[in-house]
């Protein structure tokens, strides 16, 4: 494999939705990031991206020059620089937020709220706000966002309830976009921001070209959030588990190995 730089989807790819990289995965983004450059991107904000996998990384001293968190579908993009050359000691730097204003957020909440009220969505028990703030996205998480994953996936088996909020609250939002994000929620962004934005932005900022980039994430379907990426034409691959990522990593870690060695 000719790619140099891995770009990995978080929740499905790295670790379940909203929890820390187990130890096996740790270990094994631990020895990639010694050889190459890994970016994580997701649609969540940083602080779960930190969560998730920074702070894993930080407890075994991951190399975390080599690493680039992009949460909010690449809104904002997140860098470490070691602060002396001999420690594995990091400044945390932001280097750009593309957040909405406080008008737009305004104008995105009321008509979610508007909308999930002429549905009837706002009768069941939620749990949690059904709000988020992202910054640079708003969701809305029709069952509050600390509903259980069964409770979700009961919600809205079809996809037809989150395409008639979408639908409904576009037609109210012309300036933003409005799209069916996971189980129970509904995603605002400005137009044109997913995935394929966000590894836009790092090619741009990292001076990197899209046939030096290798993706894998768990959501190529029409609707998944990794769809965006295959019209970039990058390599990619689909993973159905956290040990489909885990096999491919062991198997990319052996190549690279081997290549050194010769
Ligand atoms: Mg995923």
Known sequence: MTSEFFIF??????AS?????????TSLLTQLLEKRRVAVISGGKYELLKFQVVDELEKVDANLSNLHILPVSGTQYH?????????????HKVLYKNEFTASQKLQ??????????ELNFLCEVSSGNRIEDRGGQITFSALGQNASISQKEQWDPTGSKRHELAMRVQRLLPALEVRPGGSTSVDITQIGVNKAYGIRKLCAITGTSLDQLFYTGDKFNDEGNDYPVIELGIDYLEVNSLDDTKAFLEELLQQLGENEAI
């Open 9 to 14: 989807d978080l929740d499905g790819t790295l």
């Open 17 to 25: 939705s909203k929890n820390a990289m187990s130890e096996d995965m």
């Open 79 to 91: 860098i470490y620089n070691k602060k002396k050359s001999t420690d594995r000691v990091y400044d």
């Open 108 to 117: 995105a909440i009321s008509a979610l709220l508007e909308v999930a009220a």
